[in-house]
């Protein structure tokens, strides 16, 4: 039988030799191999003709009536419109904007003991503790809590990690009972800035629920004509998708 003559004995089947086998092109499968040697090259030829990747035929519809569960890919996330889609550059910028911004939230961090931020605590520190009562409370009124007040540095820093896990939760839930709003846009950067990675997966679960709720916000057509909103709904979806890499999730 006649492998041809085209072979490179260095290197074969884009595998290179393990063991020294001596060479040879013609062999006759009707005669046993007379040595270990001889044995072994023959393997190496009929390995060098099988292909490195086998796909089987097989006729899927027979097993269509099988299937029990059917799945989506699709992560309700809607794309931008284009006369609402930012810039990628403009993207690039925000991004680069929040990470400036979290490395200097995580250098304050590192003074919570300085006199001056424990004087601004105790200012603040009514806004505080109704900050963390709000959640006992009828959903209108949170919103309403959210709606009169803003974001301040000092509160934000003493909430707990899993407040703002929470606090991310219940966004989630006022954009789906009031739909979304500038102040509401501005607590959840605020939010965001001050979330310490890593990050668990129910985080990031609540990430995607807030990016997906903004998109569907997002595609309303009230909102074509108040550019302020509809930058901050680019704003969220671009930080969680691009900062925190929920890049299906995206604006390409």
């Known amino acids: 039988m006649d492998f041809g003559d085209d072979e490179s004995d260095g290197d074969e089947g884009g595998m290179a030799p393990v063991l020294p086998v001596a060479s040879f092109k013609k062999f006759d499968p009707c005669v046993p191999p007379g040595s270990g040697m001889d044995y072994l090259r023959r393997v190496q030829l009929e390995a060098s003709r099988c292909p490195d990747v086998v796909i089987a035929t097989i006729d899927q519809n027979k097993f269509k ?72 409370r009828h959903i209108d009124q949170q919103v309403t809590f959210f709606e009169t007040h803003e974001p301040v540095l000092s509160v934000m820093l003493r909430l707990s990690q899993h407040d703002i896990y929470k606090m991310l939760i219940d966004h989630f839930k006022y954009i789906q009972h009031a739909h979304y709003s500038y102040k509401r846009g501005l607590w959840i950067y605020a939010l965001l800035v001050c979330l310490q990675k890593p990050l668990q997966s129910e985080v990031y679960s609540a990430l995607r629920d807030i990016s997906r709720s903004v998109s569907i916000q997002r595609s309303s057509e009230s909102l074509i004509l108040d550019s302020e909103i509809v930058n901050s709904l680019n704003l969220i979806i671009c930080i969680i998708g691009r900062y925190f890499n929920q890049l299906d999730m995206i604006d390409q």
């Open 65 to 136: 009536t099988l299937q029990t569960a059917q799945f989506d890919d699709n992560n309700g996330f809607i794309a931008c419109p284009e006369h609402l889609k930012p810039p990628i550059e403009w993207q690039t910028h925000q991004v680069a904007e929040f990470s400036n911004l979290r490395f200097k939230i995580s250098n304050i961090r590192k003074k919570l003991d300085c006199e001056e931020i424990q004087n601004r605590f105790v200012q603040n520190s009514s806004l505080f503790e109704e900050l963390l009562k709000i959640k006992g």
